[in-house]
């Protein structure tokens, strides 16, 4: 396309996805047997289509109705490429405090007008955001899952170092004693030249994450994630006085202004917005600059999302100069092997990297067979 060519969005498309797993996945927040995410497809008047994804974990049709009827509407006929006034546009779709599934809903919207941005330029998304123009992004192996096990959970452990990893997330929970108990035997299993960072999902009230995070210190580990719910921040400034080990969290944020309070008084060291709930490209660009702003690190949080959720965020991570460490979860995830291709060249994680996508956009190919399957079962919970 040539430059100032007109460029219209036709059509908001979305599509609710559902997956089984082959195998349980536990965190102290819950047991998860299925996961859901929603694609979001925008179309336009010259062809060009993007793709966005939305972090949709239950009740992924309710987001999909949500998007078509109040998102749709406010913008077809408009240039996708206006990004930030649409999303002004799509945050008055509901009144009140932003967050929850509007911005989450906003987010896969975002991501597909970023997308179709970089096909109409010819151009990747990370050279559209201007930044650090990074190649590959270090990658963390997630998760060491969280249960009674030890002895499995260091079996678990040894093996992400097997397969070349360098520096791996350890789940844990309730009670404390398990807790402290599974952060000193880990680090035994795997020594000390494996980074090691531990993520508690909430678990704790104030005390007992004051002696998680002493367990922590004493075993070399460099994060303590989300230790207590995210909306007690006074708690967080307390433990971030009576804990060594730096704190991490962010996965929780839906906006910047959520965001903002612990990371410009320096409460935590490292912010973890989620791509596919804050709000899209956006409004994870914003918090990844205001933490570099503050000397706080940024590391993209993946979690249970999908292949988009992963490509735009190393084009994020490609940007910042604070980019830390991205999350690679490790366990399967259809929607990462079969939902779509990097597009050809670009590689998968090896020596603990992940190589940014070199394609127009996100650098992404849907795999619409994959997609009709994982819809029909995201469908048949409402049918
Ligand atoms: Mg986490």
């Known amino acids: ?66 998007v078509e009827t109040a998102l749709a509407p406010r913008l077809i ?13 799509m945050r008055r779709a509901l009144s009140g405090r932003a967050g929850g599934m509007l911005i989450e809903a906003i987010a896969g919207v975002d991501i597909a007008l970023w997308d179709i941005a ?27 899952g969280w249960g009674d096990d ?27 004693i398990a807790a402290c108990r599974r952060i000193e035997r880990i680090r035994a299993a795997v020594g000390d030249r494996v980074e090691l960072t531990a993520d508690a999902n909430w678990a704790y009230d104030l005390d007992g994450a004051i002696a998680v995070g002493q367990a922590l210190a004493r075993n070399g580990y460099t994060w303590f994630e989300e230790p207590l719910r995210p ?8 433990l971030r006085r009576r804990c ?5 969290a962010g996965e929780s944020n839906y906006t910047l202004d959520q965001a903002a309070p612990l990371v410009t008084d320096r409460t935590l060291s490292v912010l973890q917005p989620n791509i596919t709930r804050s709000g899209g490209i956006t409004e994870t660009l ?14 993209p949080h993946v979690g249970m999302s999908g292949i988009i959720c992963e490509a735009a965020s190393l084009h994020v991570a490609a940007a910042m100069s604070n980019t830390r460490i991205m999350e690679c979860p490790c366990s399967a995830n259809l929607f990462k092997s079969e939902l779509a291709d990097l597009a050809p060249g670009a590689a998968r994680a090896e020596g603990g990297m992940l190589a940014v996508p070199e394609g127009p956009g996100l650098g992404l190919e849907i795999n619409f067979d994959a997609l009709s399957r994982m819809k029909a079962l995201a469908l048949e919970e409402v049918a």
């Open 1 to 66: 396309m040539q430059k100032g060519d007109a460029l219209r969005i036709t059509e908001v498309i979305a599509h609710p996805l559902t997956h089984r797993l082959p195998a349980s996945t536990q965190t102290s927040w819950g047991r998860y047997d299925r996961v859901s995410i929603m694609l979001v497809e925008v179309r336009t008047d010259t062809g060009i289509i993007g793709f966005g994804e939305s972090l949709a974990r239950f009740a992924p049709c309710a987001y999909a109705e949500l």
């Open 244 to 248: 060594e080990v730096p704190l991490a």
């Open 77 to 89: 006929g408009r240039d996708p490429r206006h990004i930030g006034a649409n999303w002004e546009l």
């Open 150 to 176: 030890d002895r499995a959970a260091e079996e678990e452990a040894v093996e992400f170092v097997g397969r070349g990893f360098t520096s791996l997330k350890v789940k844990i929970g309730a009670p404390v």
């Open 286 to 299: 914003r918090m990844a600059r205001l933490a570099a702003a503050h000397g706080v690190a940024y590391a």
């Open 231 to 238: 909306e007690d921040e006074d708690g967080y400034r307390v």
């Open 118 to 144: 970089g096909k109409a330029a010819g151009q990747p998304v990370w050279r559209l955001l201007q930044g650090e123009g990074t190649r590959a992004v270090p990658v963390y192996a997630a998760s060491v």
